[in-house]
């Protein structure tokens, strides 16, 4: 399947720290999508696709905590680190207890921080060999699709296939435009023309 960049949701009220992260984690090869307050938060968790979310706890419009629990809630798995400037023991516990995966406390060390976010996208891929959508099952591993034929049989796909099937049941009831798809599945490198080769759809 096409290495694809780890994509990064970052959540965070301070732009001028917001930019050096962006600056930071673009300089590691992350692609990073960024949110300035819970709600675009929100929107951004609930319709894209992430590899790890990381997010400040004093976010306005909604608390970073609460944010994990809402998306939590929405069925969004994606491996969270809180950053925030908040310590104590309460606000740890807070934090883990709200389905954050990792909690860490300004002033950080860039390594460490590094360090942790590579952490997030090991569990992250250890969890995600396999995709579940409905009774549809994509095994990443062996690209082996089941539940995709209305006889239930499995079925072996390209990596082409594996890629952009595996985009699609990434975000469940997500609309992509091609180009989304190109960039995500296809790492942009082909014409609007490839999606209608892969995508078939039957009335």
């Known amino acids: ?75 969004i798995a994606t491996p969270a680190l809180i950053l925030t400037a908040r310590g104590s023991v309460e606000d740890r516990v807070g934090g883990l207890d709200s389905g954050a995966q990792d909690y860490l406390v300004k002033p950080f060390e860039v390594p460490e921080l590094l360090a942790r976010v590579r952490a997030l996208l090991r569990r992250n891929d250890d969890a995600a060999t396999v995709l579940q959508a409905g009774g549809l099952r994509l095994d990443l591993v062996t690209r082996r699709a089941s539940g995709a034929t209305p006889e239930g049989e499995d079925v072996e796909l390209s990596d082409r296939e594996a890629a952009l099937l595996a985009t699609l049941m990434g975000a469940p009831g997500r609309v992509f435009s091609r180009a989304q798809l190109l960039d995500r599945a296809f790492e942009g490198a082909e014409s609007d023309g490839t999606i209608d080769l892969y995508v078939h759809l039957s009335l």
């Open 1 to 75: 399947m096409p290495d694809i960049a780890p994509a990064l949701l970052l959540v965070e009220d301070d732009r001028a720290l917001s930019a050096m992260l962006v600056e930071l984690f673009s300089g590691e090869g992350y692609r990073v999508d960024t949110a300035f307050d819970g709600q675009q938060g929100m929107h951004l968790g609930l319709t894209g696709n992430y590899d790890a979310m990381i997010l400040d706890r004093g976010l306005p419009v909604m608390d970073g905590a609460d944010l994990v629990a809402l998306l939590r809630s929405r069925g």
